[in-house]
């Protein structure tokens, strides 16, 4: 990742919090043209204006939610994985029980925490989104995991398995359509047209980390090797700056495959593919499924939410000048 992309991360991670608790700043981009059609696929089509993040949730902001939630390192709601750190492919997040905290103290040796903050979390559930999500929708409280901290908020998640996103959600996990819209729309408008890769192309991505040309049309998937080997495997998120979407969201194609809401019988759907598979997996026409409580070193997430105010405000003058042009 290049010093720019870090900086924006980096400086997103400020101490608010008495506690010494860091508090998670997300980069957003905001979707509009509301009311766009769907593909021939029947994805992507959705009638609201949103934001997504930026960036797949990273291993340093899963720790600050870990280190808010479970102080005491109790994981109730299993929402740690130690495969995190006792795995290779592990995002090297460590329950350090001598310090009462998660951190990074288990990495592998010659790597920095630096090294492992900016990469994006992995072995965590598709339950595990939801309650990071009710955190930031409940304005990331402190002190330990409770009803009003990670169990309610945007999801009541009492209801178990039939758990679905509450009217007046400020932060969720995208639905499909809005992970898919923010991936493949070619941001023209209310109109159907979607690219085949989350790169804004219709060709297949390379795998050239140093992007020599502008736009560019590279992301991070298998082609019988690894791009990044040993330890690492996931490349910081946003490595591949001139790789955006149309609406300039980054690694929706590779590094990790992305939990979303979608339903199919008793399994959720993740889409997008990731360090371990092939570029075949990038296209808008893949997806798969898997049990809610798959935990795997493939699978991540990133996050939705409410637009601010002011963007709404952008939008619709937007709107009016162009009728008025008419």
Request: one cysteine or more; aromatic letters at 14%; charged letters at 15%.
């Amino acid at each position: 990742m290049r010093s720019s992309r870090m900086t924006i991360l980096v400086v997103g991670v400020l101490f608010v919090f008495n506690s010494g608790v860091q508090a998670v700043t997300i980069d957003w981009v905001t979707v509009g043209n509301a009311g766009n059609a769907a593909d021939s696929t029947g994805y992507g089509g959705v009638s609201d204006v949103y934001q997504i993040s930026t960036y797949e949730v990273t291993a340093g902001q899963y720790t600050d939610f870990l280190n808010a939630v479970d102080p005491t390192g109790t994981n109730t709601y299993e929402l740690y994985n130690p495969l995190m750190n006792s795995n290779q492919y592990g995002c090297q997040i460590t329950w350090n029980s001598g310090l009462s905290t998660y951190d990074f103290s288990g990495r592998p040796s010659g790597t920095t925490e630096a090294d492992w903050s900016n990469r994006p979390v992995n072995y965590v559930s598709w339950y595990d989104t939801l309650r990071f999500s009710n955190w930031l929708h409940n304005g990331q409280p402190t002190g330990g995991q409770t009803f009003s901290t990670t169990e309610d908020g945007a999801y009541d998640m009492s209801l178990g398995s039939s758990v679905v996103r509450k009217t007046g959600a400020s932060v969720w996990l995208p639905s499909e359509d809005e992970w898919y819209k923010a991936a493949y729309h070619k941001n023209d408008g209310v109109t159907g047209n979607y690219f085949l890769y989350p790169t804004s192309s219709d060709t297949i991505p390379g795998r050239d980390m140093t992007e020599a040309t502008n736009p560019g049309n590279n992301a991070h998937y298998w082609d019988n090797n690894y791009l990044i080997g040993s330890p690492y495997y996931r490349t910081e998120v946003g490595e591949f700056e001139l790789s955006d979407s149309p609406y300039g969201t980054f690694d929706m194609g590779g590094n990790v495959w992305e939990w979303n809401e979608a339903l199919i019988g008793s399994s959720r759907v993740r889409r997008g593919g990731s360090y371990h598979s092939s570029d075949s997996y990038l296209k808008s026409s893949t997806r798969f499924n898997n049990p809610p409580n798959v935990e795997d070193y493939h699978i991540g997430f990133r996050i939705a939410s409410v637009p601010e105010p002011a963007t709404l405000l952008l939008l619709g003058l937007g709107a009016v000048v162009l009728r008025k042009k008419r």
